[in-house]
């Protein structure tokens, strides 16, 4: 039989070194500049898709055999939604743990255009940012990493293929503070696909979670003057993650903790509402990995491929510290 996960570990790697050679095209070119926030953004989504489909379509998609495609019914819907709800506040807490170390690279990315390009994205219309932060990459990404590379590592047992797929989708954001809360969101999806039977329910998880950072900054713009003054000075009092106190770290991680308990509770719901309960649970408890070379995760092309954000990650922690 042939190792699956070592063609999965294949596209990861050509994935990264798509994302390496033409970010530094474009940066010795300086063509960057003439991208706004929207077109670099469905770049950064093309860099990672068309690498994947040019190696399934190689492999004649053999791979995506078995893939969860499964249309999801209402209970599983509002299941998932209330899922996702759940998982909220760990990765809100785990976005603000890595700020001690690292800028908020969200953040920083939208202030990067609003200088070099004159481009405040949230002074757009909603619906622009729904469809390119909150349906597009959403969809793309969950196709790729809970979609390709998750049926490519299935054979590997559940546990497996939700570590190294969820490593692998927070190594592919490039930075810090992103990885902290996306190899999160990427375990819990992971699992939410197996229970769910069908990725269109992780597409909808992502699509919430991305959404939700859209509509608090648009409500935010449309508070009150007065509300917002006093935000802004709650903020000048405050000035950085590293001024909260203590009892703010210790609350805030039992609220994640009570919530991500929750979420793995929601999650053997999920299974049932959608006839998978019997299913789930053997996967849980590993029985469903092959043994033998078929069920082996590691593989060099996947250790060079993971080493590359790394490495890249690194280097941008050390310029930081010798600034």
Wanted: hydrophobic share 55%; charged share 15%.
């Amino acid at each position: 039989m042939r190792n699956r996960s070592r063609l999965a570990g294949t596209q990861y790697l050509f994935m990264m070194g798509v994302w390496v050679v033409l970010g530094l095209i474009l940066g010795v070119t300086g063509l960057m500049k003439h991208f706004n926030y929207y077109s670099s953004s469905m770049l950064a989504e093309l860099e990672f898709l068309i690498p994947v489909v040019v190696l399934l379509f190689i492999d004649k998609f053999e791979v995506m055999r078995g893939t969860r495609m499964k249309v999801i019914g209402i209970r599983t819907i509002l299941w998932t939604i209330l899922f996702t709800i759940l998982i909220l506040p760990v990765t809100y807490y785990l976005n603000m743990v890595s700020q001690l170390f690292v800028p908020n690279a969200v953040n920083e990315t939208v202030s990067y255009f609003a200088t070099t390009a004159g481009q405040d994205i949230w002074a757009k219309p909603l619906w622009l940012n729904i469809l390119y932060i909150a349906i597009l990459p959403p969809v793309i990404e969950e196709f790729i990493f809970r979609g390709a590379l998750f049926q490519g590592f299935r054979n590997c047992g559940l546990f497996k293929t939700a570590f190294f797929t969820a490593l692998m989708f927070g190594l592919a954001h490039g930075n810090l503070n992103q990885f902290m809360y996306a190899f999160a969101v990427g375990m819990f999806l992971a699992y939410l696909v197996e229970a769910s039977g069908s990725v269109y329910a992780t597409m909808l998880a992502h699509s919430l979670i991305n959404g939700s950072t859209v509509f608090i900054m648009y409500l935010e713009r449309q508070l009150p003057e007065n509300i917002t003054s006093a935000m802004v000075e709650v903020e000048s009092k405050t000035s950085s993650v590293q001024d909260l106190g203590l009892m703010f770290w210790i609350i805030g991680a039992a609220i994640a903790g009570a919530c991500a308990v929750l979420a793995v509770i929601v999650l053997r719901t999920i299974a049932k509402s959608a006839g998978r309960e019997m299913v789930y649970q053997e996967a849980r408890k590993g029985k469903d990995r092959i043994k033998g070379k078929e069920g082996r995760a590691f593989s060099v092309e996947l250790l060079v491929g993971m080493l590359i954000p790394i490495v890249l990650m690194a280097i941008e922690m050390i310029m930081r510290l010798v600034k």
